[in-house]
């Protein structure tokens, strides 16, 4: 069964840095990872999507790579800004089934 | 406007009272899906549908039923609920198909929070 694990599992960094979110899976049979963001209270906003056959995928100020065969993706975010205070979640697809970590919560300091 | 709408938002009910929580979606996508959320546990799925007529568990199926008669509708319908069962129900819907990209992200509602007492 797959397993999804983000680290860290909160994190708190003053406003401009640069940081980078961690997501694995135990199986690399996956069709494709998705990023999402969830704010307090509601529901859950897709980022980016990366098919199995990709490397990385870029929107803006994120950029979200995937590594199949170490089983890992990262997200990465540049120049924080208070408004990406959220929490971030990844999701494995695979066997049409979607896996998903228990996130990281995200606190940019303003 | 693309939108996967569940209602109810917020439900207060009893042990053993059956109650179903709709979920509809106006993109046409074939496959639909329903998750709940408990803290330190993400988000496990519970059933999903690739289509009309055509549903399977997901990790955490037991206690709860689901249907597909027509696209957009895909009720989760919980016969007997139990306090094990409260917490934050998500429904999500995508593009089913190969081929990648935007077309198959999942769009998810904004949650039902379910209390059983």
């Known amino acids: 069964k797959q397993e999804v694990t983000q680290i860290p599992a909160a994190l708190s960094v003053p406003e401009g840095e640069n940081l980078v979110l961690n997501c694995s899976f135990t199986?690399?049979?996956?069709?494709?990872l998705q990023w999402f963001r969830q704010d307090p209270g509601k529901g859950l906003t897709s980022l980016l999507l990366i098919q199995s056959s990709q490397r990385e995928q870029t929107s803006g100020r994120l950029n979200a790579s995937l590594d199949k065969s170490s089983g890992r993706s990262t997200l990465y975010i540049a120049a924080s800004q208070p408004g990406d205070s959220a929490t971030y979640l990844c999701?494995?697809?695979?066997?049409?089934?979607?896996?998903f970590g228990s996130g990281t919560k995200l606190n940019v300091k303003p | 406007e693309a939108q996967v709408t569940q209602n109810p938002r917020y439900l207060i009910t009893v042990t053993g009272k059956k109650l179903t929580v709709t979920c509809s979606q106006n993109m046409n996508h074939e496959y639909m899906s329903w998750y709940r959320q408990d803290p330190g546990l993400g988000l496990r799925q519970i059933y999903y549908s690739m289509n009309v007529e055509v549903t399977d568990k997901g990790d955490v199926p037991e206690g709860y039923k689901v249907s597909r008669k027509e696209k957009r509708n895909f009720p989760l319908i919980l016969e007997s609920p139990s306090p094990n069962q409260t917490s934050l129900y998500f429904c999500?819907?995508?593009?089913?198909?190969?081929?990648?990209?935007?077309?198959?992200?999942?769009?998810f509602g904004a949650g039902t929070r379910l209390s059983v007492l």
């Open positions: 999500a819907s995508r593009r089913q198909g190969t081929g990648g990209g935007a077309k198959n992200i999942q769009y």
């Open positions: 199986d690399s049979a996956i069709y494709n």
């Open positions: 999701a494995a697809y695979n066997f049409n089934k979607f896996y």
